[in-house]
């Protein structure tokens, strides 16, 4: 992995140097868009509207319009700003780890100690660990201030940029305000349904089906070109439209097809089939249920 900003972590008269990486990367396909009637490649070309020519990147500054007025800033007057030219990562509190609201997380970025003794990056992320506290944070990247939480991830001290509070929108449905009752039993049922779903969590055990199916969908389209068989690749994709059910019976159907699969999934384990097709049973399960769930 590559650094892609260098810096310290500061709080009272602590500094820890640190080297920021991207914690994460996209595994998407990645595809590009062609001319339908000869295959051509589609490019986007950055053209003025004034004079009409193509415009390379190293000309283009950055604008701001207001009514008939538009402000040009140059690479040099962002970079002018002091939020801009700060190298330190401001630790603005600690607050007990449960108190923020994943809904605020945007991206995730791994510090790594930047100096020959790694004391203070271990201190900290030892005390992060013995309390149960994460850093609220402040820093500039990308020519943006931000607001960051610091938190311990596999001894790594992990960096997730956080939405400002006003970026995040009030949940204002209306139809959550309709009083709704709940009978004892349908509580009973769904706590049942939810408890035949538990599980730990394993990352491992989850997988992108339509990357996977895509990726498919290239190979064989190399191999078979456009005359491509897709039922014969993929099998038949037609669903059956779901039966519209009561909600209690809905519960109970679902419980018991998960409990059906579950012990199924577990026979199949034993007998050394692997975990996978287990996962696939248990994902076609919940989809079904939801399914059923809106139909009520």
Request: proline residues 3%.
């Amino acid at each position: 992995m590559r650094a892609i900003w260098k810096g310290a972590i500061t709080f009272g008269l602590v500094n820890v140097p640190v080297s920021l990486y991207s914690a994460t990367e996209s595994h998407d396909v990645k595809l590009h868009q062609v001319h339908d009637a000869d295959g051509g490649r589609i490019r986007y070309q950055r053209k003025c509207e004034v004079c009409g020519e193509i415009v390379p990147y190293e000309h283009i500054d950055k604008a701001y319009t207001e009514g008939e007025t538009t402000v040009v800033l140059t690479e040099e007057d962002l970079e002018s700003l002091p939020a801009e030219k700060s190298r330190e990562i401001d630790v603005i509190e600690f607050v007990p780890s449960e108190q923020i609201d994943p809904l605020m997380f945007e991206g995730a970025y791994y510090l790594a100690p930047n100096s020959a003794s790694t004391k203070s990056y271990v201190l900290l992320r030892r005390t992060l660990e013995e309390t149960d506290r994460t850093a609220i944070v402040s820093f500039a990247l990308r020519q943006k201030t931000r607001l960051g939480a610091l938190r311990v991830k596999d001894d790594v001290l992990v960096l997730q940029t956080m939405l400002w509070p006003d970026e995040v929108r009030a949940a204002e449905f209306p139809e959550l305000d309709e009083k709704v009752r709940i009978s004892a039993k349908e509580l009973e049922m769904s706590s049942a349904l939810v408890s035949s779903f538990e599980a730990d969590f394993d990352p491992d055990a989850h997988h992108d089906e339509y990357q996977e199916q895509l990726r498919t969908l290239i190979e064989a389209k190399i191999e078979q070109g456009d005359a491509i068989d897709t039922e014969a690749t993929f099998g038949t994709t037609e669903e059956e439209p779901a039966e519209v059910l009561d909600l209690m019976e809905a519960l109970r159907r679902s419980v018991e097809e998960t409990r059906a699969k579950r012990s199924g999934g577990s026979s199949s384990k034993e007998s050394g089939s692997g975990s996978g097709k287990k996962s696939t049973a248990k994902k076609s399960t919940s989809k079904k249920s939801t399914k059923t769930k809106k139909s009520a």
